[in-house]
């Protein structure tokens, strides 16, 4: 156990230092090697020398335990970099996985905001008027307009700020660098915010103007976390009244799918989400298909959504039944 610990943050330390991971990742890793590594000592198995037959039984030990296939999928990733290092090491000379597929996992669409509940929901902090409303309202503006990670808006530093706070300059996944860019109403949102940081941490006695100093701060003048952001935004969605499973990510995917929807490539959104891979982007076409048909649904005579609306409305209905009949000649 304690040769296992030691090769695994070895290769935690060459996932941060070498390859440039982020600490939510490396923790992400971490957690999954962890779990590989107890299920085999647990039964007295040498991971290092485990084959496909232990990864097998891995697996459907996570099955049994009812982890979601997406779940099982992703410390199988984690497994296959560890052994693939181990490989290019020379720790050992081969990979089990190689022959290992990964289960089949339903593909699900990220939930959106559609452009006239994100409208109303960017103007909860205002009409609430809990927390912090000016520094809610640019929470919720720049990971909207600038499609942002949830870890993205927290590394925000005032360095980071374009000229004129028209977007920003991003290390993402992987320290991979972009340019996001912020709407009119981002950057009227973030301008209304920063004087009131600025008199909240001189008072405080910090110095507000330090470049590396975060954006977002919490009622202490203390760099926001992520879960304090995931606190903040449960707090609006509760009083929302839209019904919705909305987490921060949820203005990300917004984002994305507005775009798609009006036409912009889906190689550009790309580009501005920092997605490494195309397919990962065109999900939010699948969105924009999904929009589509509830639109249909809803408003097509004869989809079968909107029966109970026609058969409500008695004279709308004669004058449907009455045109149908001029169409089809009687």
């Not at 962890?34 to 000592?41: D, I």
């Amino acid at each position: 156990m304690i040769r296992a610990n030691g090769l695994v943050q070895e290769y935690l330390s060459y996932l941060q230092n070498v390859r440039g991971a982020s600490p939510h990742t490396v923790g992400a890793y971490r957690n999954d090697m962890s779990l590989f590594v107890n299920y085999c000592t647990n039964r007295e198995i040498d991971p290092f020398k485990a084959g496909i037959n232990e990864l097998q039984g891995f697996m459907a030990d996570q099955s049994i335990e009812q982890k979601a296939p997406g779940s099982i999928n992703r410390s199988l990733s984690t497994i296959r970099g560890f052994y693939r290092w181990m490989v290019r090491f020379g720790k050992r000379p081969d990979n089990p996985c190689g022959n290992l597929r990964n289960l089949k996992n339903p593909q699900k669409l990220p939930s959106v905001l559609w452009e006239k509940e994100m409208a109303g929901y960017s103007e909860l902090p205002e009409k609430l008027g809990i927390l912090w409303p000016q520094r809610d309202k640019a929470i919720i503006m720049l990971m909207y307009s600038g499609g942002l990670r949830i870890s993205e808006l927290v590394s925000l530093t005032m360095d980071s700020l374009l000229d004129g706070r028209e977007g920003a300059r991003i290390i993402g996944k992987g320290g991979k660098e972009r340019f996001v860019f912020f709407t009119e109403e981002g950057i009227s949102a973030l301008n209304d915010y920063l004087p009131l940081r600025e008199a909240r941490m001189s008072a405080a006695g910090f110095d507000a103007h330090a470049g590396s100093s975060q954006v977002f701060i919490n009622s202490k003048c203390r760099p926001i976390t992520i879960p304090g952001i995931r606190w903040i935004i449960s707090k609006y969605t509760e009083r929302s009244g839209l019904g919705k499973r909305i987490h921060p990510h949820s203005f990300r995917h917004s984002f994305a799918t507005h775009l798609v929807n009006s036409g912009c490539d889906v190689r550009l959104v790309q580009e501005l989400l920092g997605h490494a891979s195309l397919s990962t982007t065109q999900r939010y076409t699948h969105v924009n298909i999904e929009g589509l048909k509830k639109v249909y649904e809803k408003t097509h005579p004869h989809s079968g959504k909107s029966a109970s609306s026609v058969h409500g409305n008695t004279n709308s209905s004669s004058a449907g039944r009455a045109q149908r009949g001029k169409v089809n000649g009687k």
